[in-house]
Every structure is written in structure tokens, then in C-alpha cells.
């Protein structure tokens, strides 16, 4: 559907109305949810209604392309909940003055509102746009005050994004059912952010690993305290080099030395202990430490991965509910800004409040001269949002704790700290490096270690165990600290130790650094990278191996890339990728036109895709052949590979089904019934509570699931004797986790399950959720 472009061309819209509205005194707020609608209602008088629009309400058809290929005209129409919901807000807002839409603040958020006004059947008048990015009653005032027009420039980047993805899986998916097996899905960003991973496999197979050591001593003056030193230089030559590798995504550098050999360190350990060593030089200067800038999606899908091994979908999630507002003793407000953002954006009225606070509770000496101003990176970030920070920086964690379930606590704790740190002072160290060596300076050592002078930005991580801003221990105010020497003095060689190293691969991708290599190269939106990850894993393409943190592609992802990478270079390559979400921010900011930049990417497109469609030669995945009997049939059974892992299915497959689940190692896996105790849910009264195990520990789940969701924790003592009164073996549930996350989640998460919003994984489910 043709969009209309403004005069201006910003089309950010009219002038802000400044005045109360008026008339017959009944207004009508559209939001995207029911938990907003629910929190906004509370901030608005008696002459306002808040309705939810449940997010988007029509869309391009599901049964058909729903795009003309020659003018690109999209087809919209109602989704199937839809018509309800389009029946009730028109009842509704024929007889208010205003129609406010309060959808978020985002170019979704954008084509929602643009999308209802064609829905809602009113003079288009009584339309106003109002935005805000915090769920507070001081900015929902505000954004009345100041209502707009609807930023067509925003629908129309919006509409272009969808419509290419529309024609990019509708036309790629069929392509894969002929060529591979059907219910295969390609798309323009899921398919290269596979390859990303597919890549990097084929770059971890083809890396040689060597072997190769260093020399590290331990010296002294007389009395004073040993310290450690690396040789790092040896008759003329550097020993530890760096080699530099062109990966696809990224140069990768990792460290080798001239030592290949333990028999080749020998003669250096021998000179060092016949010669005399001393203090060549000694260097000392300070240092200082800057905080990090606030959250924006992608750092807090980051952050929250490295630190609380969240998934950027759980993180997402949960940053949503406190987003939307959370019950604080009979009242209900957001605690933190829009969580879809990659402006660094703070409000001056906010930085003001975190200044005072700063004062406050740490000190004047902690409070910057100047309010820090962090500059954007992400392509196309749009200044006039804000990040992700605390809607009230007076909201310690602490003080909302009681409110908060165990995931939302942990996360809110993040997002509070990196704010505040964002607008403290740096932290300030002394440096000390040094230099040792022989009289004929055959032989050359280095040492370093720094102390902290003043705490700065640190202060706010003083009390976590292990953990700081930059992922260091920076609860030790002493690194590495060297005795006092100077130039000249003697040392007494106490130790020489010989380390054995291996050349590293490059790393396998997880969570976090997957998103940070998207956003680097500007492949999709932050918005969108915790629902990549989701679709590409729901697909089968990719894998995670949470044990050791790390996505593995799977033998149909690889098949896939492989195919796709040969016919449509452009779709797969990074820059191209890159360069089409350049030209959506170039329709959004009313740069380019947007059936301009869909003829630019169609035409060459439709034209491999023909090619495609003749010379893509069929290969099927293969299914190796085990020894393993089928429990249903009798017959053979195959390993096959689905998004969840390997597991055996029946050979017989489509006549038989019979599948076997296996665990990481490809050890058959034992299935856990749950046992029916006696016990009613305390939730919906009415359905019996039924023992579950999990990766986490047995607990108390609602037989009702998933109508009921609600879970309770079961001591020790009342597991064993269900165990026994269901006459079934008990399996005490093994915590292995424990490297799988900074910090320790599993003792916390399953004392507090009662208020842990996440259902666990149920063990006996796995194996009903494979695919053929």
C-alpha cells in the first residue's frame, strides 16, 4: 500500500500542541499490551480510557504472497484476533474527542498507529501520536502535552523491511522444500547470520593448532617480596609474537613465540641462572579507568548473557516486564526506559537526578564536573530515544527486591549499576612497569602491577563478589603489585618456570558475541537480534552447547548455507546485508524512496532466483545408520540432528515414529514421568500439582500446564517420599552448570522458584520436541 510522503522531509510532523484537550472530556489511549494498558490506566483520570491493540493488528496475508512484484503494493489484512479487537476499538472511539496512539516508540511502534488509523473508522482529526519512553505517570503527561503526527517516513521504512523479508522467505523457502526437504525457511537476515556461524566452524576445522612455550621467573631483592617476570626477549629476538588471520567476519590475532619446542627454552633457563640480573629501567605513571556507556539492546543481550547466562530472548523478556510496569505497594509504574534502542541518549532532567544521587550516597568526589555525553556507534541509531536506564535512580536494587522476582531482580540490578557508574568519575591507578636484564643484555624480562588510588565508577561494583564493569575482579585494589626498586639493583633469580601453550583457535560464537558481531557489521536491528537467534534455532539451523557456551551450526544449517551461499552471494555476503539496513535508515530519516530501494533489491534478486530454481542441484541430509532398535517397530533406527540435538528416530519414518532422546554426549537419555501427588494448585484451585524434574532440580508444576503455569519448590524430604509412595527410583538431579554463567544462578533460581516467572525445562518433554 502506497504510503503518502509528508512536505518536510524529516516528516517527524506538525507542530507540537501544546494545550489540554478538550470537548466532550472522553479520550481514547491505544497501547501495544495489556500489562501497559493496565499500568497506564492508573496514571489517567476518569476521562480517559486505555485500550490495548495487542500489538500489530492486521499484517501481510499468511496464505499468499500479498505483494504485487511489479509496483510492490502490499496487501494488509486484519490478523486472525484481529477483527474483535478492530470491532471494539471502533466502539470505543466513536464517541471520544481524541484517539490518542500510544503505540511504542519505534518504527513498529510507528506502522501499529499508521496501520489503526485505517482500521478505526474516525475523522482523522481525532488522531494524535503520542510517543514516551518510560511507563511513568510524569512522562505520560508529558507526551499529552506535546501529541504529533504520525512519522510516515517511519511507516514507510517499516513497510519496505517487511515487504523484503515477504519476498525474500516466501520466494527462498520453496526453493529449499525442492532442493533439501520441505519446511526448510530462508530469509535475508536469518540466512547470513547462519553463515556467520557456518563460517566460523569451517575456520575453527581448518585452523593447525601448535605448540609453543614461555619463560616466567620469580625475583627478589634481599628481603622484599618476590615478584613475577616474563621473559620477553632473547639474544635480539621477541619471543611471543602475534599472528594476524583474515576470518570472514572479523581479523582474528593469536599468540605463538619462537619456542616450538620445550628443548629450545633450555638454554635460556640456563643462562639465567649463571648470570646476574638487574633492574634496567622502572617507569611509574597513573592510569585511569572510564565506565562504560549506558545500556542499549544489543550491550544489555550482551551483558546479561556474560554475567547472568540469560538467552537475548529471556533477557528481552524480562526487561519487558519491568518496562511495562511492576505493583510497588498498591501502585504500579515502569522501572526502566524503552528496552528497544540504540541511543545512548540520558534527559537532562535524569542526568541532574543521578548527579545528586551520586553525591548523596557516594560523595561530591564521585560526581564528574561535566555530565558524561556518550557519542552513538550503531548505524542509524536515533538520537531521540533514550537508553536503557532506571526511570528512578533513587530505585535502588535493594529497595525493590521484595517486588521483584529472581530474573527480574538480577536484571534490573545490571541495567541500575551500569547507569550509575555511566555518570561517575573514573577510576584513577598508579601504574608501575619494569625492565630486567643481564649485564650483557642478552636476555630481557618484563613486570607490571598497578594499585587503585581513587575507587571512581568501581564504587558501585565494590560489593559484588568477582565482578566489575569490565568483567575483571576489581575487588582487589592491588594487581600484580611490584616491591619498590630502582634502576641498578640486583636480583636473586628464586624460580624459572616453563609454560606450555597451545596456538587458539578462533572462538566459537555464543550468545553475546554473535549479537556483537551483527550489530558491527549492521545486519538487522538491535530490536530484532534476540529474535534472529530464536528463529534460526527454532529452525534447526544452529545449536547451542550451553556446557561449554557456545552455538554450533548444525549439519542441515551447513547444508543449507552451502546452497544459498552459491546462487545468491549478495543475500549471504555481510556488506550487502549491512547496506540494505543503510538504505531503511536512509527511508526512515525521508532520504530515499522507499519503492526506490525495493526495485534496487528485486531486480537482481528475481534474477538469481531463476537461476537458482534450475541449477541448484537436490541434496537430501543425511541420516547415519545405527545399531539401535526402534522400541515402537522393531527396525533400525537413524541419528539424525534437530534444533535441540541429536536423537535417534525410527528408519521406518513416515510408517513408524518411534523416536529415542539422547543427551550432549549421545548417550540415550532417561525420560523422568512426573508423579501425581495429592496436593491442589494453589494458583486455579483446581487441578492436582504434579512432580516435575528439570535441568535445575525437581519442583511442583500445575497439571493444568500450560493453561496454568503456576510452580511451587518441594523440600528434600517431601521429593524422597513421593519417590516412594509412586514405588519409582529417585534420581537426585546433578547440578552441572556451574561454568556456565559468571555467576552462581542455580542455587538462587531454585530456592526462589516460587517467584521465578519462567517455567523450567521439563527433561520428559525432550523428546516429543525433535524432528524428523
Keep these: 500500500m502506497a504510503i503518502k510522503k509528508t512536505t518536510t522531509k524529516k516528516a517527524t510532523a506538525e507542530k507540537a500542541v501544546k494545550e489540554k484537550p478538550t470537548g466532550s472530556g472522553k479520550y481514547l489511549v491505544i497501547v501495544e499490551s495489556p500489562t501497559k494498558e493496565k499500568t497506564i490506566s492508573r496514571f489517567l483520570g476518569a476521562s480517559y480510557r486505555v485500550k490495548s491493540s495487542f500489538g500489530h493488528i492486521r499484517d501481510l496475508p499468511a496464505d499468499c504472497l500479498g505483494v504485487d512484484e511489479t509496483s510492490f503494493e502490499p496487501t494488509y489484512k486484519l490478523l486472525s484476533r484481529g477483527t474483535k479487537i478492530a470491532a471494539e476499538l471502533n466502539k470505543l472511539a466513536k464517541g471520544c474527542d481524541t484517539v490518542y496512539l500510544a503505540t511504542d516508540p519505534d518504527r513498529e511502534g510507528e506502522a501499529i498507529a499508521w496501520h489503526l488509523t485505517h482500521i478505526i473508522k474516525v475523522p482523522a482529526d481525532k488522531f494524535k501520536r503520542i510517543a514516551f519512553h518510560e511507563i511513568t505517570k510524569q512522562a505520560i503527561n508529558h507526551s499529552l502535552e506535546e501529541p504529533r503526527s504520525i512519522d510516515l517516513n517511519l511507516v514507510n521504512a517499516q513497510q519496505a523491511r517487511r515487504i523484503i523479508d515477504r519476498l525474500v522467505g516466501y520466494k527462498l523457502s520453496p526453493l529449499l522444500w525442492s532442493k533439501i526437504k520441505s519446511g526448510l525457511s530462508a530469509g535475508r537476515v536469518q540466512s547470513v547470520s547462519v553463515r556467520l556461524i557456518a563460517e566460523r566452524a569451517k575456520e575453527i576445522v581448518a585452523f593447525k593448532e601448535e605448540d609453543y612455550f614461555t619463560i616466567f621467573t620469580k625475583l627478589t631483592k634481599e628481603k622484599e617480596n618476590e615478584f613475577e617476570a616474563k621473559v620477553v626477549k632473547w639474544d635480539g629476538q621477541t619471543i611471543e609474537k602475534t599472528v594476524l588471520m583474515k576470518l570472514f567476519s572479523e581479523d582474528y590475532r593469536h599468540k605463538t613465540s619462537i619456542f616450538k619446542k620445550f628443548e629450545n627454552t633450555v638454554p635460556v633457563a640456563s643462562y639465567l641462572k649463571e648470570n646476574t640480573l638487574k633492574v634496567k629501567k622502572v617507569e611509574k605513571k597513573s592510569s585511569k579507568q572510564k565506565p562504560r556507556p549506558p545500556f542499549i539492546t544489543s550491550t544489555i543481550q550482551q551483558d546479561a548473557y556474560n554475567r547472568l547466562g540469560f538467552s537475548s530472548d529471556r533477557t528481552m523478556r524480562i526487561a519487558q516486564s519491568l518496562y511495562e510496569g511492576i505493583d510497588l505497594k498498591g501502585e504500579r509504574e515502569g522501572l526502566i526506559t524503552y528496552m528497544r534502542t540504540d541511543s545512548f541518549n540520558v534527559s537532562q532532567e535524569m542526568l541532574k537526578e543521578t548527579a545528586k544521587f551520586i553525591k548523596e550516597t557516594y560523595g561530591a568526589d564521585f560526581v564528574p564536573e561535566n555530565f558524561r555525553v556518550y557519542e552513538k556507534k550503531v548505524k542509524g541509531a536515533q538520537e531521540a530515544h533514550e537508553s536503557i536506564h532506571p526511570t528512578n535512580v533513587y530505585r535502588t536494587p535493594n529497595g525493590l527486591k521484595e517486588f521483584l522476582n529472581v530474573d527480574q531482580y538480577k536484571l534490573y540490578d545490571l541495567i541500575w549499576r551500569r547507569y550509575v557508574s555511566c555518570q561517575m568519575e573514573d577510576a584513577q591507578f ?170 534496487d533489491f528485486y531486480l537482481p534478486f528475481s534474477k538469481s532466483l531463476k537461476t537458482a530454481s534450475k541449477d541448484m542441484t537436490v541434496t537430501k541430509p543425511t541420516a547415519q545408520k545405527t545399531k539401535e532398535k526402534c522400541p515402537e517397530c522393531g527396525s533400525l533406527m537413524d541419528l539424525r540432528e534437530s534444533r535441540f540435538g541429536k536423537y535417534l528416530a525410527c528408519s521406518s519414518f513416515p510408517k513408524c515414529r518411534g523416536k529415542m532422546a ?93 517467584v521465578n516467572t519462567e517455567r523450567p525445562e521439563i527433561v520428559e518433554n525432550t523428546e516429543d520436541e525433535t524432528e524428523e
Excluded at 671 to 681: E, G, L, N, R, Y
Excluded at 702 to 728: M, Y
Design 662 to 754: 539422547l543427551d550432549a554426549e549421545g548417550n540415550k537419555k532417561i525420560v523422568v514421568k512426573p508423579i501425581k501427588t495429592d496436593k491442589t494448585c494453589t494458583k486455579c484451585k483446581k487441578n492436582k500439582m504434579l512432580l516435575r524434574k528439570s535441568a535445575r532440580g525437581f519442583f511442583l508444576a500445575c497439571s493444568g500446564f500450560p493453561r496454568c503455569r503456576n510452580i511451587n519448590p518441594i523440600t528434600e524430604e517431601e521429593i524422597l517420599q513421593l519417590h516412594k509412595d509412586a514405588g519409582v527410583e529417585y534420581v537426585p538431579v546433578v547440578l552441572v552448570a556451574k561454568t556456565e554463567t559468571p555467576v552462581d544462578t542455580e542455587k538462587t533460581e531454585k530456592a526462589e522458584a516460587p
Design 430 to 599: 598508579d601504574v608501575v612497569s619494569m625492565e630486567v636484564s643481564d649485564e650483557k643484555d642478552k636476555v630481557l624480562l618484563r613486570a607490571g602491577g598497578r594499585t587503585m588510588k581513587f575507587e571512581g565508577y568501581l564504587k558501585v561494583y565494590k560489593d559484588l563478589k568477582k565482578e566489575s564493569d569490565d568483567g575483571d575482579d576489581d575487588d582487589d585494589d592491588k594487581e600484580g603489585l611490584l616491591p619498590i626498586l630502582k634502576e641498578g639493583d640486583i636480583l636473586d633469580l628464586k624460580d624459572i618456570e616453563t609454560k606450555s601453550h597451545k596456538t587458539s583457535h578462533p572462538p566459537y560464537y555464543n550468545e553475546a558475541s554473535i549479537i556483537r558481531t551483527l550489530e558491527k557489521h549492521g545486519i538487522g536491528r538491535p530490536s530484532t537480534y534476540a529474535a534472529i537467534i530464536k528463529t534460526v534455532m527454532d529452525r534447526g539451523y544452529i545449536k547451542r552447547n550451553p556446557k561449554e557456551k557456545k552455538i554450533l551450526i548444525t549439519e542441515l544449517g551447513d547444508l543449507v548455507t552451502d546452497k544459498l551461499t552459491g546462487f545468491f552471494e549478495d543475500i549471504m555476503s555481510l556488506s550487502y546485508t549491512a547496506d540494505i539496513e543503510g538504505k531503511l535508515d536512509s527511508i526512515a530519516e525521508g532520504k530515499d524512496e522507499w519503492i526506490t530501494v525495493m526495485k
